[in-house]
């Protein structure tokens, strides 16, 4: 049974960094397409990066890619999500999602149960 577990998550105040890390098992890793997004309460899940951990490629939404940076370590199975000078608004709950298009939320196959981030001023 595929599974997606993050972690890394908790509680910082503005300014601060987290790293993020998603263990996948279960299914054919790496998968050749995974993305990390996020859901603040009372708001849609928006996405964060994607990357092709066969070659390392990476996407970002517009908005993000300044202070996020996705990456992979394929021996370990895992992407993380480091996240640097952390705002408020980045207060959300964080999925890494498996085997999708991009940052296309519909697409993906396999989802982790998320990990909370809040950040507070």
């Known amino acids: 049974q595929a599974q997606l577990v993050e972690s890394g998550g908790g509680s910082v105040q503005a300014g601060g960094s987290l790293r993020l890390s998603c263990a996948g098992s279960g299914y054919s890793y790496p998968s050749n397409s995974m993305a990390w997004f996020r859901q603040a309460p009372g708001k849609e899940r928006e996405g964060i990066a994607h990357i092709y951990t066969d070659r390392g490629n990476t996407y970002y939404a517009s908005s993000m890619k300044d202070r996020f940076t996705i990456s992979q370590d394929n021996a370990k199975k895992t992407v993380y999500l480091q996240m640097n000078n952390l705002e408020p608004e980045d207060t959300a709950m964080y999925y890494c999602?498996?085997?999708?298009?991009?940052?296309?939320?519909?697409?993906?196959?396999?989802w982790g149960q998320g990990t909370q981030v809040t950040v507070s001023s």
């Open positions: 999602a498996a085997d999708g298009w991009y940052l296309d939320q519909g697409s993906y196959k396999y």
